[in-house]
């Protein structure tokens, strides 16, 4: 009861609108770009979690967050559709709407740790990253992209990662490995056994890596996309299996993807609710 | 939860508790069904479906308010056809009762959709006439005793399931309408949905939802609901009522079963509480009849009104 | 509080600015009026007055709810005769506009204590049409557009001061209700008044109020009576409006300026903030304008509709 | 804001009927009784502030606190009307509905203090001796009643008051000195020098010990009574001058009582709101 009550406190801040104005935009990739916000409440949150973006009149959309700390936060975003290509036209001084942090976040483990992102799924590993970097024995961080102009973060990976540690691939081979960011998996665990690999990625990514994790008995936890519309666990858009994706997830468990593994990759809830591929 | 004390007979269906799933929180798949059902639901209520696809409203569509939710999601759902399979995979799976939400445009559409709900293994249908926020359905209809009983004309003649009204309060006499739905034949109401209620953003200077208004729910229209439970109750003391509004702990449900409901529908407190709420609520209510020496919850139903 | 960006005209009435006190708290003598005035309130509306004495209900009057408050004390007041005095010292001390708000069970009723008032030196009348809460009065004429038309055009033609109107959100159509208001003379609009509620002791199992149900007021009611604003404003934008229901911040006030209001009365929050909240949000209101670059508060009043 | 975000929680959870059975019942009187409630948060009351006791049904009127503590909270009631009376008859086990505790309490002060109370106006004040007694240098303590089986807590008033200093007066001679409790108070005050003078009971008798005090430049507190409805500061019923009694008092200092002499012992609001005698 005491607890219940608390968390209802702390949803309802949590969950009210802040309209904040935007400190700055960076740009990542041609595609890609960077947002600072100043929010306190945002500021708190741990990797894997994600925000609610406002961007007024035209839409609210879920976003991994990349950085927090010091009263600001921010989040990449590419642009795919309406929502995401006018936040592209946004600059300095502009008004968004924030709400959150959601969901769970990454567990944090010690050993060896693999991060696997794939586009814009980097962004809440590279947020874990920076948190495990100086706390893990090995941490080993693969990206993937398209091509070369669309890897996202390489210099901010050099900073966390030693040595070898940051592997790059793209499918038309234009920097690093020319592969998808699943191959050098193998290869990585058969050197040396790993504690735990994190994801997030386009779910085709994420159902190959839990395949080998479940076969090669690796821990694993992985970040996955649904609809959001509240974000709060209520309308039931994100749902996967019996979990709620921005209430349960975003950050599943291996126990949790096994549970819901007939679904990951195969089908999900559309704008109106039926079942559509993923 | 399942005990002597807690079982309750609406309209024909059986409930193992008191409480039941409102329509439109985690409503679409039978999985999550299954979940809610797991945490202690003694029914379940579908998302509202109609005849088509629709899409719903784009985002802002749910928006906090210091002590609830503002909700204006545009009721996205498969369309019935579509839907079909959802909802047999949904009976297989389910012990409780499945209560499917109907909407349409117009009184053939909600026959239409009822019939084919319970064809799919619907164990009764719920009308959504009271929904604040979509033109032409909900409480445009439920607004309206003439065409109220229409609707619940055409759907009674069509199922033979239990048919329960969902009655908006947005209207000057609730009771009104109340005695409409069941004049027409209605077998049970649920009081209230939402309350049309707006927010603005002060920084953007624009209403936040998507679509400018929406329905208001949670701890905020409590006092309202439990006031048009106890209005319907005083004037139809027969007609079994799913209390629904508001509805977080066990103190609250047992106000609403005083005030004459059978059972509770939880919505909004399953964001701020979990799923879990409802296995609280029924251990609440476990206690609190215990202590006071009741054999039943149904002895309680409406006992405010004594006073 | 009193700057130039502030100051507002409210069908003829100059408020130095849009904050005032809503009818029914600290609304008896001149003194409380004064001493709210202090505490930076921009208008007073005063208890709602009568013809005859009336006692009011028993105790418990007021019940607190999650996020509000419920009523139902029973329009106490003297009798207009007997406050005749009380009204007279309050314009004697007072330097912002005096609003004595009035109710009847006839518009004879309503128009006679209007007059009695306008001659103790009222500046404006708001005419309670909208209590939720005794019988043949209040809101059982502002839900009817016959009998609002008849009350509101009784009053308009015995006196010479700007008449307000406070209309009831207990309504199918808000807006109805509103038109046949300002159609009958009505120059300005408050609005809500409370929202019909009940509250149950689930120990006792009896409503707590005496007088059973009550009227909803305070935060929980803040999005329902910004939606009423907002629908009141689109339909008649020329109309003044005070907004009124759950106003406790700055913010909450700028939604209800964006909506359409011209200026709000505040009751509740004065419970749960004190009186300093007049202060309060003058000070966070002209912040605002500043910080967004107005002249004025009266350029954003409406503002959110363009969106 | 932040402290007025506080008081409102605070409010809140006050102000929130709490119903429970009656603990026990004791007799002081042939008209008066005091109830014992469990109720943590009146348990935490100050002396000087009142609670809302609901008699389910019936009414639900100010009482003052006289006594709190581990859980506990105690009044005293005098039958003297329509509710006093069903109290009257109920007994342990039977419901009452609490609210509170609201208002100001008297301010503690060191020294020598003089405590003077008329009927249940002792009740907030035995409740403030009892937290005093330990820490002033002297404690005096008169009060009235009109005959001997009147004078309530006689043997409290005992156990806080050293030798001579509580002193027990009836308008018939029947108990202690024949006289009105103000009587003692000038030869008191000619004996030594008082650092306070707290007082509860009949208006007149608070107002001719303010008068007193005024004159003889004692400083004073007294707690007053008006109608409450709300209590919470709110309706308006309970003004005097431009004071809440529900929440700017019931207890007023002397620079407060000056603001409202006028009114104090004259005239209030009646049900009706309009101006009645006291
Ligand atoms: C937990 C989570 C974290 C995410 N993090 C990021 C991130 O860090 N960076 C980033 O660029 N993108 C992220 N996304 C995806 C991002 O939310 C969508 O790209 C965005 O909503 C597209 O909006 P749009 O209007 O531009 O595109 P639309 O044209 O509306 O849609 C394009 C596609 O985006 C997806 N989409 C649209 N709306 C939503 C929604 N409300 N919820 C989920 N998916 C939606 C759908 O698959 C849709 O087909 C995340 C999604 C989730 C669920
Ligand atoms: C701050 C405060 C503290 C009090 N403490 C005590 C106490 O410790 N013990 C005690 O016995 N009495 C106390 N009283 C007085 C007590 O509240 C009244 O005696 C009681 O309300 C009478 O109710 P009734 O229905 O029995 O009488 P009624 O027949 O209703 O009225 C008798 C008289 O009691 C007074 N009264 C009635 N209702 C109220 C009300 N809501 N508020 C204030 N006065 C009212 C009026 O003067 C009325 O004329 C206190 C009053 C106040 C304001
Ligand atoms: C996000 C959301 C979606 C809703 N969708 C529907 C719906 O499709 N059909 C319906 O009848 N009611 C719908 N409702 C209303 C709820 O079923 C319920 O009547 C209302 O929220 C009040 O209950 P609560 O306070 O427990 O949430 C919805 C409510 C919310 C918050
Ligand atoms: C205790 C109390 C008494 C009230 N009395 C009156 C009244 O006499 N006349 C009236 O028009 N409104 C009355 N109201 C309604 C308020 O004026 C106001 O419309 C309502 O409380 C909503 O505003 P709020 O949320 O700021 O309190 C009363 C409200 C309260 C809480
Ligand atoms: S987005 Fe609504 S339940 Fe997850
Ligand atoms: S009793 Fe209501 S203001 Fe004091």
Redesign the interface.
């Known amino acids: 009861?005491e607890v219940?009550k608390k968390?209802?406190a702390y949803?309802?801040k949590l969950?009210?609108?802040r309209?904040?104005a935007i400190k700055s935009v960076k740009s990542e990739s041609p595609t890609v770009k960077t947002f600072t916000l100043e929010d306190d409440i945002c500021s708190k949150a741990n990797p894997g979690q994600f925000l609610?973006l406002?961007i007024?009149?035209?839409?609210?959309?879920p976003l991994s967050i990349l950085n927090a700390g010091e009263g600001q936060v921010q989040f990449s975003v590419k642009a795919v559709g309406d929502a995401t290509r006018h936040l592209h036209n946004l600059t300095t001084g502009d008004?968004l709407?924030l709400?959150g942090p959601f969901g769970t976040s990454f567990t944090e483990t010690r050993g060896r740790v693999l991060l696997i992102g794939g586009g814009t799924g980097t962004a809440p590993l590279l947020f874990l990253a920076k948190r495990l970097a100086a706390k893990v024995d090995r941490l080993s961080f693969v990206i993937g992209a398209k091509t070369k102009n669309e890897l996202l973060y390489l210099t901010e990976l050099d900073a966390v990662c030693t040595d070898e540690s940051a592997i790059a691939t793209t499918e038309d081979g234009s920097y690093g490995l020319q592969c998808l960011a699943t191959e050098p998996l193998e290869k990585l665990v058969d050197k040396q056994k790993f504690n735990m690999i994190y994801t997030c990625g386009p779910e085709k990514m994420v159902k190959s890596i839990f395949n080998f994790a479940e076969k090669r008995k690796i821990a694993m936890e992985a970040s996955l996309e649904r609809l959001i519309?509240?974000?709060?666990?209520?309308?039931?858009?994100c749902?996967i299996?019996?979990y709620?994706v921005c209430r349960d997830g975003p950050v599943f468990t291996m126990a949790r993807l096994s549970e819901v593994k007939d679904e990951l990759g195969m089908s999900k809830?559309?704008?109106?609710?039926?079942?559509i591929e993923v | 939860m399942n005990n002597n004390l807690l079982t309750v007979n609406i309209a024909g269906l059986k409930l193992q508790n008191p409480t039941a799933l409102a329509s439109?929180?985690?409503?679409?798949?039978g999985?999550?069904f299954?979940?809610v059902e797991e945490s202690g639901a003694g029914a379940i209520v579908t998302?509202s479906v109609g005849v088509s696809?629709?899409?719903?409203y784009?985002?802002?569509?749910?928006?906090?308010?210091?002590?609830?939710?503002?909700?204006a999601?545009g009721l996205?759902?498969?369309?019935i056809n579509?839907?079909t399979e959802?909802l047999k995979y949904a009976k297989s799976v389910l012990k409780v009762p499945l209560i499917v939400s109907v909407f349409g445009y117009t009184s053939e559409e909600y026959a239409l959709v009822a019939v084919k709900a319970a064809e799919a293994g619907a164990d009764a249908v719920e009308l959504n006439v009271s929904c604040p926020h979509v033109k032409y359905t909900g409480s445009e209809i439920g607004?309206n005793p003439k065409l109220l009983t229409d609707v619940v004309c055409a759907v009674k003649s069509a199922v033979q399931k239990p048919v329960i009204v969902k009655l908006s309060p947005?209207?000057?006499d609730i009771v009104e309408l109340g005695k409409a739905a069941v004049k027409a034949g209605a077998d049970a109401l649920t009081v209230i949905n939402t309350?049309?209620?707006?927010?603005?953003?002060?920084?953007?200077?624009?209403?936040?939802l998507?679509n400018?208004?929406g329905g208001?729910s949670g701890?905020?229209?409590?006092?309202?609901a439990?006031?048009c439970v106890?209005d319907i109750f005083e004037a139809l003391p027969k007609t079994p009522i799913f209390g629904c509004g508001?509805v977080?702990?066990w103190?609250d449900a047992?106000?609403f079963f005083?005030?004459g409901a059978s059972a509770v529908q939880v919505?909004?407190a399953?964001?701020?509480?979990?799923p879990?709420?409802f296995e609280?609520i029924n251990k609440g209510v476990t206690a609190?009849l215990k202590r006071k020496g009741y054999g039943s919850v149904k002895e309680?139903v409406g006992?405010?009104h004594?006073?």
Chains 1, 4 share one sequence.
Do not use: H
């Open positions: 009861m219940s968390l209802s949803l309802t969950n009210t609108i309209t904040t609610m406002r007024p009149g035209i839409d609210e959309i008004l709407g709400r519309r509240c974000g709060i666990g209520l309308c039931g858009s749902m299996g019996k709620r809830l559309g704008f109106d609710g039926s079942r | 439109g929180i985690l409503g679409y798949t999985d999550s299954k979940f998302k696809p629709r899409v719903g784009s985002n802002p569509t749910v928006v906090q308010a210091k002590s609830g939710l503002i909700n999601v996205p759902n498969p369309g579509e839907y959802e607004q947005n209207v000057t309350v049309r209620a707006l927010a603005i953003d002060v920084e953007t200077q624009e209403p936040i998507s400018v208004r208001l701890p905020a229209i409590k006092p309202i439990v006031r106890y508001g977080s702990d103190r047992l106000e005083l005030a919505g909004t399953i964001a701020f509480e979990e879990a709420v609280a609190y309680i006992l405010s004594q006073a």
